[in-house]
């Protein structure tokens, strides 16, 4: 995948299997099969404060996939070109977003839990965090 070319069209959203009881919910989440990539590494966000927004970098190679895990926030996503935003509300839904793209997580409501699963380990070379620098990186293709 050529990070450089991706946009905001190759973002997906992403609808799991809800196995439902009376007594609650189960979502399952299996390699290659529910995603398109495997897990090497989970994190998850919480405590947001009102009003704060997380993210505001791109990555070179990492492929994520973000799930709110409870309650809910927006993903402004963002391509160099184009933007996007993607409100999760829903833990049986995830949006996929491959390389190369900006992204900011904005709104959190109270609680909201944002569960990320991540294609790669933690590489802080992996990170464009810089917008003008990110726009340069996009525009090298073009
Ligand atoms: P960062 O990805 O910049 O957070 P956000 O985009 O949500 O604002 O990460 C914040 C800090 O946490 C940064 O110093 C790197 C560190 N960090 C890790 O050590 N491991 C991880 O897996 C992640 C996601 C972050």
Not at 79 to 91: F, W, Y
Request: glycine share 8%; aromatic share 12%.
């Amino acid at each position: 995948m050529d990070s450089k070319k991706t946009t905001i069209y190759d973002c997906s959203i992403i609808h799991f299997n809800k196995i439902t009881n009376t007594a609650g919910n189960i979502t399952p989440i299996e390699n290659s099969k529910d995603i398109p990539f495997d897990v090497n590494r989970v994190y998850y966000l919480y405590d947001v404060p009102g009003g704060e927004s997380r993210g505001g970098h791109a990555h070179r190679e990492l492929q994520q996939l973000i799930i709110a895990g409870s309650g809910s926030f927006d993903i402004l996503i963002d391509d160099g070109k184009n933007k996007r935003v993607v409100n999760l509300n829903r833990p049986y839904m995830g949006l996929y977003i491959p390389p190369g793209l900006w992204r900011e997580l904005l709104n959190f409501s109270s609680g909201a839990i944002c569960l990320v699963l991540a294609s790669r380990e933690y590489d802080e070379s992996d990170y464009i965090r810089d917008y003008e620098g990110f726009l340069t990186f996009k525009k090298n293709t073009r």
